[in-house]
């Protein structure tokens, strides 16, 4: 699905998703990534929800956000309580949805100054 953001100062954009990957700055993603609301977008080493642990979300915890979207793929599925371990303990905010819900949320809070982060799994 093709998104419509406006692109804010120098702030990350999602402009597409879909079962392949998604679109980031004109990018394309093919595999799991983290997407910051500013900043350098970076890959995620998690290939399925089974593969989420701690040290993967001690990643995104380390750029200090707001709140977390993690796209759990196609269909909505809660990531393992204590792979989210490292979000409670800094009190960072985590919601989970699927990966298509995530991205639209993700444009909807960076386009209000949100310090956003998009855990977005894409699997293979």
Known sequence: MK????R???????????PDGVTINGQVRRA???????GEVAEWPCRRLE??????FEQVAR??????LFGS?????????????????RGIGVET????????????LVSEGRTVVAALLIED
């Open 3 to 6: 998104l419509q953001p406006d």
């Open 8 to 18: 804010i100062d120098s702030a990350n954009v999602i402009g597409a998703h879909g």
């Open 32 to 38: 799991s990534v983290v997407v910051p609301a500013k």
């Open 51 to 56: 593969d989420v642990r701690a040290e993967h």
């Open 63 to 68: 750029l200090a956000p707001e709140v977390v």
């Open 73 to 89: 793929g196609a269909r909505l599925r809660f990531a393992p309580a204590e792979a989210l371990r490292p979000l409670i303990e």
């Open 97 to 108: 949805m699927d990966t298509g819900a995530a991205c639209r949320t993700y444009n909807i």
